[in-house]
């Protein structure tokens, strides 16, 4: 992501040049002492938001309330945040207003974790007020300041806490989690959406079992919706939430639909999860043509990893996954070579209900390799067919 990089150093250089202090901050400098990849690279200055819009030609108002705008250079674009202290919380979610300052000290205070309080400068030196980079060598997740102050503020930096846990593997530090054990209750306050948003990450990280382990030790797993038992995710992993969310589905039993109902996945989200559950109840069975026809290639190898976690034996692998798929005579509904105007056609009958039956079980049969999927054939076969219309 040099691209990144560089646009973020082409915004600081000209913000330096018209008098301004500004400096890489939050994931991406944490990201870069922990040699991890880096998505984005935020600079935070001491230019007031309508000083940043006149240093550069091209600029885009995304969060100006709270102090925040996308730079537009050649080499990308960049989020600028003015410096600023967050007014009082009254509501354990958002600041009712922020301040914004001339102090890149009095930034980082704000900041919920000392590995996301630390300022990069342009020459590559850090600004590290709070021992964040101490506490990465140390592995340790600790709040900035007083912790109990900090998780009373916003609720959602304690799960903040239990996501980085399980995307970094890092411990959380003993004070800080006893600080969320004080306060897990008040997670409640937090939207629902901002839970789901954590969840997913949280799904995906490599370590997800000590994120798990650290819901439960934090006092946060039964403030959430749903049961977080920590040992069924010793062994899972997962770069993709949807499965994580399936996965999750699984271990909840029968409610699993209110349950994930309440995170507000989307209706794609649900489908897949559904799906994913649909196919791993017939693995057991074995899985027919038609299960192979039906379910997408991610689908299915969700299902068969399910199986390996639960039974402890690899199932069915991801290539003969791949195979079993490649091998049936259609992939796709729209390449069975006969439609409903056909078939009302050979059959001498009217548009109705038994139209799409009929299609069905068509298309069952070339699934299957009874009949090639051939017109001819296909006529001759359905007019021998003994199906009970109406
Ligand atoms: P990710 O890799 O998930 O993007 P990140 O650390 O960049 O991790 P963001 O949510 O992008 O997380 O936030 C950017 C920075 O803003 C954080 O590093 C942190 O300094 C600060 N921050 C974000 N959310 C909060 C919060 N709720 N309270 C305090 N500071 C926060
Ligand atoms: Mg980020």
Known sequence: NTKEWQAAY????????AGFEAVIVGG???????????????VATSALPHEVKAVFQQTVDIGIQHGT??????EGTVEVTTYR???????HRRPADVQFVRSLRADLQRRDFTMNAIAMRRDGSFVDYYGGQQDIQACLIRAVGEAEIRFQEDALRMLRAVRFSAQLGFTIDPKTLQAIQQRA??????????????????WVGQYVYNGLLNLQNSGLATQLTGSFEAE???NFQTTDAQVGWAYFALLQGDSWQDILRDYRLSNKEMAFVKAVLAAFQVYQVGWTNMDYFTYSLVELAAAAYFATLQQGVVAIS?????????????QHKQELVVNGVDVMTWLGRKRGPWLKQVLQ??????????????????????????????
């Open 232 to 234: 069924a995710w010793q």
């Open 318 to 330: 991801y290539k003969q996954i791949c195979e079993k798929q490649a091998q049936l005579p259609i």
């Open 361 to 390: 079980t068509i298309m069952e049969a070339v699934v299957n390799g009874e009949v090639a999927n051939e017109r001819q054939a296909i006529q001759a076969w359905l007019v021998q067919y003994d199906f009970q219309y109406d």
């Open 69 to 74: 705008v996308l730079v537009v250079v050649p």
């Open 28 to 42: 991406a400098v944490r990201d870069v002492l922990l040699e991890r990849r880096v998505h984005d690279v935020d």
């Open 85 to 91: 202290t967050d007014g009082d919380y009254t509501d």
């Open 10 to 17: 082409a915004v600081i250089a000209q913000l330096e040049q």
């Open 185 to 202: 209750d008040d997670i409640v306050w937090i939207a629902k959406e901002r839970m789901k948003a954590e969840l997913d990450k949280l």
